[in-house]
């Protein structure tokens, strides 16, 4: 008879997933703001979620966006290609949840309109169109490096992300 033997899970195993556990609570304790990234391809329009992505320069005007690999509007995205980065207002939670859907047409029903080059949504927080000038592998993400081509700050609040739950910034 084969003798079974119970082995426990290995010390630097444990480590890495109470790294994991303790950087996921630590970086749902940083306000993020809110942004819908878009794309045409073919004419059709292609968006996702994302709370990942900042300025990166300002001469000249750059963002960086982070996008799971996993991610379908990623299969849109190329160097030369133009991304809409729609920053959400507070009122547009449901926006956030719906573009953040997997297997779904996320724009069916949907008002949109094409500015610069790229799908945009109304009365959002802040508008910028950028062109991709790089996509570098990064973890279970890429990021995408993109010179801004136009911007645009409407008067809304934002939307962020805080703690795995929806809210806005105020002022003291």
């Known amino acids: ?74 299969h849109h995205v190329t160097v030369g290609g133009t991304l809409g980065v729609n920053v959400l207002s507070a009122a547009h939670d449901q926006l956030a949840l719906r573009f953040a859907q997997r297997g779904v047409d996320r724009f069916a029903g949907l008002e949109w309109f094409v500015t610069d080059g790229a799908p945009a949504l109304p009365g959002v927080h802040a508008w910028v169109a950028i062109e991709v000038e790089q996509m570098v592998p990064a973890g279970d993400h890429v990021v995408v490096l993109g010179r801004a081509t136009a911007a645009a700050a409407g008067s809304h609040r934002p939307l962020t992300y805080w703690q795995r739950s929806f809210g806005s910034h105020s002022t003291f």
């Open 1 to 74: 008879m084969d003798r079974v033997t119970a082995t426990a899970p290995s010390p630097a195993l444990g480590a890495i997933a109470a790294l994991r556990t303790a950087f996921r609570g630590a970086m749902a304790n940083v306000a993020s703001p809110v942004a819908v990234v878009t794309a045409l391809d073919d004419g059709v329009p292609h968006g996702t979620t994302v709370s990942a992505f900042c300025s990166l320069s300002m001469e000249p005007p750059m963002l960086l966006v982070s996008l799971d690999v996993e991610s379908s509007l990623l």
